[in-house]
């Protein structure tokens, strides 16, 4: 099954989507780690240097480099939604679109104490970001886990637990 989470910044879909592939075998993609390697810069810096239009045209073309490995689980960058060209080709492309909904006050409590530099939450804050945001999630996505004051191991066994469920279905 080919699986992506999507989500605001913090929600966890680099942490799970990491988990979740050691657990289960399945190949692990980030699309920020894609960028890093293909523009030799932090994701923070290209969005600093080269503005978010940049940003979004090399999410893309980062999207569309993934292999296409049917055991595979992509976390994506929170405002890679915001993208036509990337929206659709979610859409096309995935078995399981799975939205990780985290509450703004969780958001804030976990981007405080994180070190990775995103600077579009600085520009805009977070709830505005949320506000634009969150009908593409819900549309986009198959399915939802709300992760507020869950561990992450819990996460990553709803998630193994809707994967299996899935299989079973098919
Ligand atoms: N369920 C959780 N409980 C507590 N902290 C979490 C949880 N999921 C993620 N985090 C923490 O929140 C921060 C952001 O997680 P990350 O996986 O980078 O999110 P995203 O990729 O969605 O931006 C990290 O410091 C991570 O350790
Ligand atoms: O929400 C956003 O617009 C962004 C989220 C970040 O990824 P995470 O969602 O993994 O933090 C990263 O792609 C960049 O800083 C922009
Ligand atoms: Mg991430």
């Known amino acids: 099954m080919k699986i992506i989470l999507i989500g605001m910044p913090g929600s966890g879909k680099t942490t799970i989507a990491t988990e979740f592939a050691q657990q289960s075998g399945y190949?692990?993609?980030d699309t920020d780690l894609i960028i890093e390697e293909q523009l030799k810069q932090q994701t923070g810096d290209v969005l600093l240097n080269h503005g978010e239009l940049f940003f979004r045209q090399a999410e893309c073309h980062a999207l569309k480099s993934i292999p296409d490995i049917s055991d595979s689980i992509v976390a994506s960058g929170g405002g890679i939604i915001v993208h036509p060209?990337?929206?659709?080709?979610?859409?096309?492309?995935?078995?399981l679109i799975l939205y990780l909904d985290t509450s703004l006050e969780v958001l804030v409590e976990r981007l405080d104490s994180d070190n990775k530099i995103r600077p579009l939450l600085n520009k805009s804050s977070l709830d505005e970001l949320m506000e634009k945001r969150l009908s593409m999630y819900e549309d986009l996505s198959h399915a939802s886990i709300k992760t507020d004051r869950k561990m992450k191991s819990e996460i990553v066994n709803e998630l193994l637990r809707l994967v299996r469920r899935d299989l079973a279905d098919e």
Request: no cysteine; proline share 0%; glycine share 0%.
């Open 27 to 29: 190949a692990f993609f």
């Open 85 to 95: 060209d990337s929206f659709q080709y979610i859409k096309d492309n995935f078995d």
